[in-house]
């Protein structure tokens, strides 16, 4: 067994505390900021798709879509005809604001579905009624986002962009 007395042990001790505090500190290293890298890319671009600018296939010219598919490009309150085959007579667009579409189908078809698929919030709303006949007319409406396909009976109205209080519309017959 070793006995060390208390004095001895305060020797140590304090020879061990003179020698930690001997000899040079090092000052703690800073981190070094470290130059740009010209491979990145300084310049941030972000695109929101409510604000794309689109250019429509048919440009404002409304009278494309009476006779076949079209992509036109509106501002504002519009009629657009549409082809009898559709099962349409038109489609007006009644307001444009921000990120949305408000549109509306009116259909003397005798018949009528309607459906919004490609953005949760669109839902279609109609009103009118047909006789036993067939007789009558019907209004379908909804308001959507871009990616929004706004369907009645054979017509699909598909919102390509918004920006602005303009829209790019895609109208195309289906069977």
Request: aromatic share 2%.
């Amino acid at each position: 067994m070793i006995r060390v007395s208390i004095g001895t042990l305060a020797a140590v001790l304090a020879t061990g505390l003179l020698l930690t505090g001997c000899g040079s500190r090092t000052p703690p290293t800073q981190p070094t900021a470290r130059p740009a890298d010209p491979t990145s890319s300084a310049r941030t671009t972000t695109t929101t798709p409510t604000t794309v600018a689109a250019t429509a296939a048919d440009g404002t010219n409304l009278a494309a879509c009476a006779t076949r598919d079209c992509e036109i490009q509106v501002s504002g309150p519009v009629s657009i005809p549409v082809p009898a085959a559709v099962g349409a007579d038109t489609v007006s667009v009644t307001s444009i604001q921000r990120d949305t579409v408000t549109m509306s189908v009116a259909s003397t078809a005798g018949k009528i579905s309607q459906d919004c698929t490609g953005d949760p919030t669109c839902v279609p709303q109609g009103n009118g009624t047909f006789d036993s006949s067939g007789g009558g007319s019907f209004v379908s409406q909804a308001t959507g986002h871009i990616g929004a396909k706004f369907i009645v009976n054979k017509l699909t109205v598909a919102v390509i962009a918004v920006s602005q209080g303009s829209a790019v519309l895609r109208l195309t017959s289906g069977s």
